[in-house]
């Protein structure tokens, strides 16, 4: 039995009193929700302030992107310690965002990942193809690829300890969710990767969220497939209400 996550990736939105206005709002609307988990991933500037204001209520709190080096001469960098330091708990890592506008490359995602880790963060892992390879018919290649160039090189103990999001890049702001049926067929690609590495056990319980395009209006269909494990909510994880409505979903 897989334990759903609903992650929201707030990407470059929401002040440090921004993020504690939305937890006030968010903590009495999630308080009930049993037998999922809850994170919510601020900028890095409002972690400090999403962790006081969530602390006590089971919400946990993530960074969108972390460096593989623990200190040194990195100007703007943030280290997987630094994030734990101030109770932060996971991570996204190799968001399409970050691919496409600041030259994350599979090789960077391994190193990221395995950073975030030995240090005790939890990472969400991103994969996802363009439009333009879904159309080539080349979905399942490019998924090939990305786990093949990251997380197929991770220790079995380090992959157990890893959570998926697929995030069709197409999907992503676009309104244009996958359908259940599409993003049930990416979700059972990636396991049976995942099952190919590192074996039944591992991949029967890693969690694999969706990602794109995700409403409390579609939240529903995309759950009830077997191998959608919850989600990784962009624009809809903004606004408490929805993010609740999301978090309760079934
Ligand atoms: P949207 O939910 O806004 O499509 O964003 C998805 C996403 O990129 C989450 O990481």
Redesign the pocket.
């Known amino acids: 039995m897989r334990t759903p996550v609903l992650a929201g ?1 707030w ?1 470059m939105y929401k002040s440090a009193h921004e993020a504690s206005a939305f937890l006030n709002e968010l903590v009495p609307l999630v308080r009930d929700s049993r037998h999922r988990e809850v994170v919510v991933c601020p900028p890095f500037v409002a972690l400090p302030a999403a962790v006081s204001a969530a602390r006590g209520s089971g919400i946990d709190v993530g960074a969108q992107d972390v460096f593989w080096l623990k200190e040194g001469a990195y100007t703007g960098e943030i280290s997987a310690p630094m994030l734990l330091a101030i109770g932060c708990q996971w991570v ?1 890592i190799g ?3 970050r691919r496409e506008y600041f030259g994350e490359t599979d090789e960077t995602v391994f190193k990221k990942t395995v950073a975030a880790i030995e240090s005790g963060l939890k990472p969400i892992v ?1 994969v996802g193809e363009r439009l333009e390879e879904r159309e080539a018919g080349q979905t399942e290649d490019v998924l090939a690829a990305q786990f093949e160039g990251g997380l197929a090189r991770l220790a079995p103990d380090q992959m157990a300890r890893i959570v998926i ?1 697929y ?1 069709p890049v197409w ?4 309104g244009r969710t996958a359908t259940p049926e599409m993003a049930s067929a990416a979700h059972k690609f990636i396991r049976t990767q995942v099952h190919k590495s590192f074996g039944a056990e591992i991949a029967d319980t890693c969690r694999i969220l969706y ?4 409403k409390p209006d579609n939240i529903a269909a995309l759950m009830a497939q077997d191998d959608i494990d919850g989600a ?6 903004l606004d408490a209400k929805s993010f609740a409505s999301i978090v309760h979903y079934a």
């Open positions: 990736n990407k996204i968001h399409s965002e991103c999001a995030e999907a992503i702001g676009t990602g794109g395009s995700v990784l909510v962009g624009g809809a994880s």
